[in-house]
């Protein structure tokens, strides 16, 4: 990486004159009550990134203050988490680098190399990346990884270092600290490495913390103590600069906040402004797709020639036979020790034609395996999966196989689920033989499979695509479409939005329930997202520890919650009050 310093650029200068104004204007000296002046620690301007000769951040400014959160919020693609490694050194090979100014306190970081920056993280600024899986060393323990740090920059000896790696974890709410620092990263689930990379970054208590997407892999109640331990931390007079596309979260946390957009800073000032009176049409934008109980019944997505919001054309749900009915599920596992866990229990459920049931719960709820017994992937240890009134999981892989086609499925990743060797057209050809009416020849397969693009909003362009070469959004619409290949009467959903940005998710979304009201496919939609939950669902499952402990319409669950977990996550959820 080189940085080049070019002091003589005045549009920078003209930048941070606007963004700093806008981040925090202090009270007048003197004045009967004013509070002190926020202290201000880490100064950017005029920031530009390029690679390979393309620019992707263009000489974006803003101050970060002591004690005060600002969030840098936007879609993929937008410059902002190339904005939050910069700032650390961390930008990556064949970028290049200039800034006017780029100053942690009184310390110019412009001129650093690895060695220095080196010394600065970690005790200066912590930085919490979002990929816990990719950012921890497989091959060392997690005690190790927590305590890295801390070795780094020689505090204490290795039986101090371990002891403080189980306080930290601990401290971000990891369960059993003890064993989890014994275990290796890919023995955790997403949401355990999770807090295990947020508890490194808080291990010296730097001045300054950089979260990039802290809460997108976690549960709604593990995501509110991970975003209690950092409002701690900016009480106690930390600077956070929160990177993230959930405008709830950053509700939450967040004092000031720029808003990103093509390199760009499109706007810029306190939170309550940012929220409740948007300026920039992308912002208002960004705020219109996030789903709600606000937005039940319509679709996220305002119409280009900026009309109302367009409301849905429900089908009628069919309440005789229940399309797939589950009868006292159970499923247990048996661990290293030997001994069988249960992680679904006594589970029962019915899903009507046209409708869609929503399952939620914490990672660890038994709400994916329940949803992978309704596909018949995984056996039940006891209990059974009816499908139209006859036996659906209790039936042997042939039996089983000429109904298949009948229940389709969309997960969170779709490219792990695709065959990386194959374009799209081979993935719906293959998806498109296994219905019903497979195709005659290459040239139906071709058609079908344009239509079932058309139909999820792609065009024709997209049909020798590989599926690495698209957008995560187009990922998904393919993985739609795959689903849809067979004439499903049911498909599963398993977080099909959790890893997606809000707008592209409000695209998505609209597009699932498009084809509800089209199609009159039926759903069972899994996930933690409770915003998404209420705006897509009819009625709700809540599990906690393989039991379904609440359920009812979705109103009903979420406006008058009877079970103290219910309760308890919708006091965790982060919500977002803005003028709709």
């Given at each position: 990486m080189?940085i080049?310093?070019?002091?003589?650029?005045?549009?920078?200068?003209v930048?941070?004159?606007?963004?700093t104004?806008?981040?925090?204007?202090p009270?007048?000296?003197?004045a009967a009550g004013?509070?002190?002046?926020p202290?201000?620690?880490?100064h950017?301007e005029g920031?530009?990134?390029?690679f390979?000769?393309?620019?992707?951040?263009?000489?974006?400014?803003?101050t970060?203050?002591?004690?005060r959160?600002l969030a840098?919020?936007?879609?993929?693609?937008?410059?902002?988490?190339?904005t939050?490694?910069?700032?650390?050194g961390?930008t990556?090979?064949?970028?290049?680098?200039s800034?006017?100014?780029?100053?942690?306190?009184?310390?110019?970081?412009?001129?650093?190399?690895?060695?220095q920056?080196?010394?600065?993280?970690?005790?200066?600024?912590?930085?919490?990346l979002?990929?816990?899986?990719v950012?921890?060393?497989q091959l060392?323990?997690?005690?190790?990884?927590v305590?890295?740090p801390?070795?780094?920059?020689?505090?204490?000896d290795?039986?101090?270092?371990?002891?403080?790696?189980?306080?930290?974890?601990?401290?971000?709410?990891?369960?059993?600290p003890?064993?989890r620092?014994?275990q290796?990263p890919?023995?955790?689930?997403?949401g355990?490495?999770?807090?295990?990379?947020?508890?490194?970054?808080?291990a010296?208590?730097p001045?300054?913390?950089i979260?990039?997407?802290?809460t997108?892999?976690?549960d709604?109640t593990?995501g509110?103590?991970v975003?209690?331990?950092l409002?701690a931390?900016?009480?106690?007079g930390t600077?956070?600069i929160?990177i993230s596309h959930?405008?709830a979260?950053?509700?939450?946390?967040?004092?000031?906040v720029a808003?990103m957009?093509?390199g760009?800073?499109v706007?810029?000032?306190?939170v309550?402004?940012?929220l409740r009176?948007p300026?920039?049409?992308?912002t208002k934008a960004l705020?219109?797709?996030?789903?709600s109980?606000?937005?039940?019944?319509t679709h996220?997505?305002r119409?280009?020639?900026g009309?109302?919001?367009t409301?849905?054309s429900?089908?009628?749900?069919d309440?005789g036979?229940?399309?797939?009915e589950a009868?006292?599920?159970?499923?247990a596992?048996?661990?290293p020790?030997?001994?069988?866990?249960?992680?679904?229990?006594?589970v029962?459920?019915?899903v009507?034609?046209?409708e869609?049931?929503?399952?939620?719960?914490?990672?660890?709820?038994?709400?994916t395996?329940t949803a992978?017994?309704a596909?018949?992937?995984t056996?039940p240890t006891?209990?059974?999966?009816?499908?139209?009134?006859?036996?659906?999981?209790?039936?042997?892989?042939?039996?089983?196989?000429p109904?298949r086609s009948?229940?389709?499925?969309v997960y969170?990743?779709p490219?792990?689920?695709?065959?990386?060797?194959w374009?799209?057209d081979?993935?719906?050809?293959?998806?498109?033989?296994?219905g019903p009416?497979p195709?005659?020849?290459a040239t139906?397969?071709?058609?079908?499979?344009?239509?079932l693009?058309?139909q999820?909003g792609?065009?024709?362009?997209?049909?020798?695509?590989?599926?690495?070469?698209?957008s995560?959004?187009?990922?998904q619409?393919?993985a739609?479409?795959r689903?849809?290949?067979?004439?499903?009467?049911l498909i599963?959903?398993?977080?099909?939005?959790?890893a997606?940005?809000v707008?592209?998710?409000?695209?998505v979304?609209?597009?699932?329930?498009?084809?509800?009201?089209e199609l009159?496919?039926?759903?069972?939609?899994?996930s933690h997202?409770?915003g998404v939950?209420h705006?897509?669902?009819?009625?709700?499952l809540?599990m906690?520890d393989g039991e379904v402990v609440?359920?009812g319409?979705?109103?009903?669950?979420?406006?008058?919650?009877?079970?103290p977990?219910?309760?308890q996550?919708l006091t965790?959820l982060?919500?977002l009050?803005?003028?709709r």
């Amino acid at each position: 990486m080189s940085i080049v310093d070019d002091r003589n650029d005045t549009d920078g200068a003209v930048a941070v004159t606007a963004a700093t104004a806008a981040t925090a204007a202090p009270a007048e000296p003197g004045a009967a009550g004013a509070a002190p002046p926020p202290v201000p620690l880490l100064h950017v301007e005029g920031l530009r990134v390029s690679f390979a000769g393309t620019e992707v951040v263009k000489g974006i400014s803003f101050t970060a203050y002591a004690g005060r959160c600002l969030a840098i919020v936007g879609e993929s693609g937008s410059g902002k988490s190339v904005t939050a490694r910069t700032v650390v050194g961390l930008t990556g090979a064949g970028s290049e680098v200039s800034v006017d100014r780029l100053e942690l306190g009184d310390r110019d970081l412009s001129g650093l190399g690895e060695r220095q920056w080196r010394r600065i993280r970690g005790k200066e600024v912590g930085f919490v990346l979002q990929d816990a899986l990719v950012s921890l060393d497989q091959l060392r323990k997690v005690g190790h990884e927590v305590a890295e740090p801390l070795a780094v920059h020689g505090v204490g000896d290795r039986r101090a270092r371990a002891a403080k790696a189980i306080e930290l974890l601990e401290s971000v709410g990891v369960p059993e600290p003890e064993v989890r620092a014994a275990q290796r990263p890919y023995e955790l689930s997403g949401g355990l490495r999770q807090r295990a990379l947020i508890a490194s970054a808080i291990a010296l208590d730097p001045p300054l913390v950089i979260a990039d997407e802290p809460t997108t892999a976690l549960d709604v109640t593990v995501g509110a103590q991970v975003l209690d331990l950092l409002a701690a931390s900016k009480s106690r007079g930390t600077s956070i600069i929160l990177i993230s596309h959930d405008l709830a979260v950053v509700a939450r946390l967040a004092d000031d906040v720029a808003v990103m957009k093509g390199g760009e800073i499109v706007e810029h000032g306190p939170v309550e402004d940012i929220l409740r009176n948007p300026q920039h049409a992308y912002t208002k934008a960004l705020l219109d797709a996030v789903p709600s109980e606000h937005t039940r019944g319509t679709h996220l997505v305002r119409p280009a020639d900026g009309e109302e919001k367009t409301v849905r054309s429900r089908r009628p749900v069919d309440r005789g036979r229940p399309l797939i009915e589950a009868r006292h599920l159970v499923k247990a596992f048996r661990g290293p020790d030997g001994k069988d866990r249960e992680v679904v229990r006594d589970v029962s459920f019915e899903v009507f034609s046209g409708e869609t049931l929503g399952i939620v719960g914490e990672s660890g709820s038994g709400k994916t395996t329940t949803a992978r017994i309704a596909l018949a992937l995984t056996p039940p240890t006891s209990g059974e999966v009816l499908l139209r009134g006859e036996p659906w999981s209790a039936l042997g892989l042939r039996q089983r196989r000429p109904a298949r086609s009948r229940i389709g499925v969309v997960y969170q990743d779709p490219l792990s689920s695709f065959d990386p060797r194959w374009s799209v057209d081979r993935i719906l050809a293959d998806a498109l033989s296994r219905g019903p009416r497979p195709p005659a020849n290459a040239t139906e397969a071709r058609r079908r499979s344009l239509e079932l693009l058309e139909q999820v909003g792609l065009g024709h362009g997209h049909l020798t695509s590989a599926p690495l070469r698209l957008s995560g959004g187009q990922r998904q619409r393919v993985a739609i479409a795959r689903a849809l290949a067979p004439e499903p009467e049911l498909i599963v959903c398993d977080e099909p939005v959790s890893a997606l940005d809000v707008s592209v998710q409000a695209q998505v979304l609209d597009l699932l329930t498009d084809l509800q009201d089209e199609l009159g496919v039926t759903y069972l939609f899994i996930s933690h997202d409770l915003g998404v939950i209420h705006h897509m669902c009819d009625r709700i499952l809540v599990m906690k520890d393989g039991e379904v402990v609440e359920s009812g319409g979705a109103d009903e669950v979420f406006d008058r919650p009877r079970h103290p977990y219910t309760q308890q996550l919708l006091t965790a959820l982060p919500r977002l009050e803005v003028a709709r």
